[in-house]
């Protein structure tokens, strides 16, 4: 026979607050099985789920698309166009994660600079800083078209 979890193991084993995983029951994200006396009784597949829910959730998903996409386990029939939907789906996902990742690592370079610069300030880093700013900042600015470059180009050496 399963092991089945209660809410408290569940908060406690996840560190999910049970109030997080009342609410995604009634949202219908994950169903633990009930007892005779209705409390919620969590299998490992519904474990495996919640986990799932975090990693997405730190990818920035929403719930409605974690929904999405945790019910593709549970179809009965593999609905391929759908699986194909949620495939390209996942893809943008990957594409808009590398691009956030290729811009932390561009701010994780500006700190180091900024810091080095800090540390031996002078005329020359201070300018290599200012650049590397612009640089950044274009490249913001090209994903985010509202943003103005006015008033940047006045921190020239």
Do not use: W
Not at 66 to 91: H, Q, T, W
Not at 106 to 124: G, W
Request: glycine share 4%; net charge negative; charged share 35%.
């Amino acid at each position: 026979m399963e092991k089945l979890y209660s809410i408290q193991e569940v908060s406690r084993i996840l560190g999910i607050p049970k109030d997080t995983l009342r609410y995604y029951d009634r949202i219908r994200i994950v169903s633990p099985s009930r007892d005779d006396n209705r409390y919620r009784r969590y299998s490992r597949d519904d474990l495996i789920d919640l986990m799932n829910i975090q990693i997405m959730q730190h990818a920035d998903f929403s719930l409605d698309e974690i929904r999405g996409i945790l019910g593709l386990r549970k179809m009965e029939n593999i609905d391929f166009a759908y699986c194909e939907e949620v495939a390209s789906f996942l893809e943008a996902k990957i594409a808009e994660t590398r691009m956030k990742i290729n811009h932390l690592e561009k701010v994780s370079r500006l700190l180091n600079m900024a810091a080095e610069t800090l540390r031996d300030f002078n005329n020359e880093s201070d300018q290599r800083l200012a650049d590397f700013v612009r640089e950044l900042y274009k490249d913001i600015r090209e994903n985010e078209p509202g943003i103005s470059m006015e008033g940047c180009d006045h921190h020239q050496g």
